[in-house]
């Protein structure tokens, strides 16, 4: 098993500020732990919208005299893409946040996308639109009894089956799909790419939503915590995304079924395989970081927490 590469997600500590002190007192703290990078929130740590080329240069030089990189950007926004309310805004922000993980080295910027839908299907049983029961996206070949014409439109991928029913289509679908086009286009352009949290949705939804453009590449952070919070399968979700995961955040979680709800646990004490999740990431393979710490750990505990996940992990 290759050697688990470690971050610490740094807005998960507390008492951290964007002042130049305050960050090199925490990266220096997580340089301690043997950790080797670090995920930073665009908003509370370090304010990407109004990130000066000095406060670039300052940043990188305490990074490089600790040894450590930046494995993400973590940019949370107030809704999902699937909001239209100020969509162009969160968009553009979003932008914002990728050109400002360029410059300080970040491969990733990071943030749920809002809950996705099914993915559109068919009125009938004949499965889900844009299958069409086996097309030239899956190499299968066109259903019998269609006409020349409907035989055409079928292997151009513009119609469906001459027997499916109209297409039932969430209009969100469609409005996450013209987002992540248009955010893994960009990510193209500037050299850091937009990555999908994992959670409210089952992995092959957001699989399924990923996948329909061939154009813009749009990654993935797996988080095992939230896809059990929401009640999803875990394997299921890192079969489904495959090659597309880039970075782990490594929240665990448990069903409390007294209160009907899920909750995010320290690292090994939920549900979570995470000997077997490693073993499936390595059958990929994956080679990304673990980022350890959770948005809700108590500050005066969250030290002692990131110290043991990342001591889990390494034991592993």
Same mark, same amino acid.
């Given at each position: 098993?290759?050697?688990?590469?470690?971050?610490?997600?740094?807005?998960? =500590?507390?008492?951290?500020?964007?002042?130049?002190?305050?960050?090199?007192?925490?990266?220096?703290?997580?340089?301690?732990?043997?950790?080797?990078?670090?995920?930073?929130?665009?908003? @509370?740590?370090?304010?990407?919208?109004?990130?000066?080329?000095?406060?670039?240069?300052?940043?990188?030089?305490?990074?490089?005299? %600790?040894?450590?990189?930046?494995?993400?950007? @973590?940019?949370?926004?107030? /809704?999902?893409?699937? /909001?239209?309310?100020?969509?162009?805004? +969160?968009?553009?922000?979003?932008?914002?946040?990728?050109?400002?993980?360029?410059?300080?080295?970040?491969?990733?910027?990071?943030?749920? =996308?809002?809950?996705?839908?099914?993915?559109?299907?068919?009125?009938?049983?004949?499965?889900?639109?844009?299958?069409?029961?086996?097309?030239?996206?899956?190499?299968? %070949?066109?259903?019998?009894?269609?006409? %020349?014409?409907?035989?055409?439109?079928?292997?151009?991928?513009?119609?469906?089956?001459?027997?499916?029913?109209?297409?039932?289509?969430?209009?969100?679908?469609?409005?996450?799909?013209?987002?992540?086009?248009?955010?893994?286009?960009?990510?193209?352009?500037?050299?850091?790419?937009?990555?999908?949290?994992?959670?409210?949705?089952?992995?092959? /939804?957001?699989?399924?939503?990923?996948?329909?453009?061939?154009?813009?590449?749009?990654?993935?952070?797996?988080?095992?915590?939230? %896809?059990?919070?929401?009640? /999803?399968?875990?394997?299921?979700?890192?079969?489904?995304?495959?090659? @597309?995961?880039?970075?782990?955040?490594?929240?665990?979680?448990?069903?409390?079924?007294?209160?009907?709800?899920? *909750?995010?646990?320290?690292?090994?004490?939920?549900?979570?395989?995470?000997?077997?999740? =490693?073993?499936?990431?390595?059958? *990929?393979?994956? @080679?990304?970081?673990?980022?350890?710490? +959770?948005?809700?750990?108590?500050?005066?505990?969250?030290?002692?927490? =990131?110290?043991?996940?990342?001591?889990?992990?390494?034991?592993?």
């Amino acid at each position: 098993m290759a050697e688990i590469k470690i971050a610490v997600r740094v807005d998960s =500590i507390g008492n951290v500020n964007p002042s130049a002190a305050s960050l090199r007192r925490v990266l220096s703290w997580v340089a301690s732990t043997g950790a080797t990078s670090v995920e930073l929130c665009g908003r @509370r740590v370090l304010d990407v919208s109004e990130l000066s080329d000095t406060a670039v240069r300052t940043l990188r030089k305490i990074l490089d005299d %600790l040894n450590l990189q930046i494995a993400s950007i @973590r940019f949370p926004t107030r /809704h999902g893409f699937d /909001h239209l309310e100020n969509l162009d805004r +969160r968009i553009e922000a979003t932008k914002s946040a990728m050109r400002a993980a360029y410059r300080l080295g970040a491969p990733l910027v990071v943030n749920q =996308i809002g809950p996705v839908p099914a993915p559109p299907a068919s009125k009938s049983a004949g499965g889900a639109a844009g299958d069409h029961n086996g097309s030239i996206l899956t190499g299968g %070949l066109p259903p019998a009894g269609l006409t %020349l014409s409907e035989a055409q439109a079928w292997a151009s991928g513009s119609a469906p089956q001459a027997s499916s029913g109209p297409e039932i289509v969430d209009p969100r679908w469609n409005t996450l799909r013209e987002v992540l086009d248009d955010l893994g286009r960009f990510g193209a352009r500037v050299g850091s790419f937009f990555a999908a949290e994992t959670g409210t949705e089952p992995g092959e /939804h957001l699989a399924r939503l990923i996948d329909m453009s061939s154009e813009a590449y749009i990654a993935v952070a797996l988080n095992p915590g939230q %896809l059990i919070i929401n009640r /999803h399968s875990v394997p299921d979700a890192v079969a489904a995304l495959k090659d @597309r995961i880039r970075i782990v955040n490594a929240v665990d979680g448990v069903l409390d079924l007294s209160a009907g709800r899920g *909750i995010a646990v320290p690292v090994g004490q939920g549900t979570a395989d995470f000997p077997s999740l =490693i073993g499936q990431l390595e059958d *990929i393979p994956y @080679r990304g970081p673990f980022v350890v710490g +959770r948005s809700d750990m108590p500050p005066e505990t969250a030290p002692q927490e =990131i110290m043991q996940s990342i001591e889990y992990l390494q034991n592993l």
